[in-house]
């Protein structure tokens, strides 16, 4: 079992930045990277980053140039610096652990990022 800690949503204005944080605790060695999703109303769960623990990051087309996720192993929490934000941003943002070696992915409980003037 893995257990994540999701912090640092809220409402910002458009261009603002935010930084999202994404505590792990139990069997994290088994699992082969962490990340974000996103989901808007109305709309599916969408990846936003995930950094696995061999092998290269990867970033949603919507968000390269603007985000940047990163991790630190020492607190075993994952990261997901926003900036440039829009209203289209706006989503309730999960953090993802995953997947293990059975093939089973972990979910945070989500946290709400509202992007408005």
């Known amino acids: 079992q893995v257990q994540l800690v999701e912090s640092g949503g809220g409402l910002v204005q458009p261009g603002g930045s935010l930084r999202l944080s994404c505590a792990a605790s139990?069997?994290?060695?088994?699992?082969?990277?962490m990340g974000w999703y996103r989901q808007a109303p109305g709309k599916e769960r969408e990846l936003v980053a995930y950094?696995?623990?061999?092998?290269?990051?990867k970033y949603a087309d919507s968000v390269k140039g603007r985000f940047t996720i990163s991790r630190n192993n020492a607190r075993n929490t994952v990261y997901v610096e926003m900036n440039s934000l829009k209203p289209e941003d706006s989503a309730v943002y999960y953090c993802?652990?995953?997947?293990?070696?059975?093939?089973?992915?972990?979910w945070g409980q989500g946290t709400q990022v509202t992007v408005s003037s």
């Open positions: 993802y652990a995953g997947p293990n070696r059975d093939g089973i992915d972990y």
């Open positions: 139990g069997s994290i060695f088994s699992i082969n990277g």
């Open positions: 950094i696995p623990w061999g092998g290269m990051i």
